[in-house]
Every structure is written in C-alpha cells, then in structure tokens.
C-alpha cells in the first residue's frame, strides 16, 4: 500500500521561492508517473506540472513554465516542486500525485493523492 506525504506548505511575499516535497512509501515509484495539482478557493482542481517514469521528463501547465520546476529524488522516492517567482494566483492548496499510470500534458493520471498543502502568496 502507498502512501503520500507532503511537506508544509506557507505563507510568502510575491516574488519569494517556496519549495513543496512529497514522500512516498511503497513501491510504486521509479516507475511511474508523479504530479502535482492545486485548488484554489472557489475554483476547480487543475494540474500544475507533471514528471514522467524513467527517464523523467517534466511538464508544465503554461502559467507556471519557467518558474516552476518539478523533480524527483528516486533513491529517496521523493517528489519536489521549487517554486520561484510565486505570484498572488499561484495560492492554493497544493496537491502531490504518487503512482501516476501516465501523464499527459502537465496532468497526472490515475495516481494516489497527498493530503494537500497550503500555499499563499501575498502581494
């Protein structure tokens, strides 16, 4: 059984970084799929940047290329998401997928999901 566990998110400055990680247990890792998503208050869920199973390819939903970046830490089953330059739309809560089947675009699909963790970004 898998499970997912996200580190805690914050409370930051427009501009600042803030860097997000998810640790997952059991063995579905190196070769599958990982995510994330975020939620933000009265909107939908929607993906933010997936990465693939080896060898690990990242994608990104147009909003966030080239101030996001997601990675792994296979030796450690480890997901990342460093965050920079975190703008006011960027809050939400922040979710980590785990045991993704497949991405497609920047979704990740079919996999298990963190808890969530809050992200706020102030002007």
């Known amino acids: 059984q898998i499970q997912v566990v996200e580190s805690e998110g914050g409370s930051v400055q427009a501009g600042d970084s803030l860097s997000l990680s998810c640790t997952i247990s059991g063995s579905r890792f190196t070769n599958y799929a990982l995510g994330w998503y975020r939620q933000a208050p009265g909107k939908e869920r929607e993906g933010v940047a997936c990465?693939?199973?080896?060898?690990?390819?990242?994608y990104y939903r147009d909003s966030v290329k080239g101030r996001f970046t997601i990675s792994t830490d296979d030796a450690k089953k480890t997901l990342y998401l460093q965050m920079d330059r975190l703008k006011p739309d960027d809050t939400a809560k922040y979710y980590c997928?785990?045991?993704?089947?497949?991405?497609?675009?920047?979704?990740?699909?079919?996999?298990?999901w963190g808890q969530g963790t809050q992200v706020t970004v102030s002007s």
């Open positions: 997928v785990a045991g993704a089947d497949y991405c497609s675009n920047f979704r990740a699909y079919n996999g298990i």
């Open positions: 990465i693939t199973a080896i060898p690990r390819v990242g």
